[in-house]
């Protein structure tokens, strides 16, 4: 959802596009997903057409801000148990 991976209308025709083929879930993945400006915009847009959310991501840019979006928007969220170190 920026210059390289398209806009928000971009990605709600890849969305309305994929609802052809009665998906439950849609997972958003590649890194942090939380990054991408209008990121909530098209989660919000997904359970608007009844489908469930699983994000993917190394969380880096998940800020505290965001939790409530989260709880509301996210099926599901997975984060990798590695870390930095011991």
């Known amino acids: 959802m920026d210059k390289e991976n398209g806009n928000l209308n971009l990605w709600k025709k890849i969305i309305d596009f994929l609802l052809n083929y009665s998906p439950k879930l849609i997972t958003f993945g590649g890194g942090d997903p ?3 400006e ?3 915009r098209l989660v919000k847009y997904v359970k608007e057409n009844n ?3 699983q ?8 800020k505290r801000n965001m939790y409530k979006d989260v ?3 996210i099926d599901l969220l997975g984060l990798p148990l590695d870390g930095l170190g011991s």
């Not at 994000?55 to 998940?62: C, K, M, P, Q, S």
């Open 38 to 40: 209008d990121f909530f």
């Open 34 to 36: 939380f990054i991408a």
């Open 71 to 73: 709880a509301d928007y």
């Open 51 to 53: 489908l469930s959310v």
């Open 55 to 62: 994000v993917d991501t190394n969380g880096i840019a998940l």
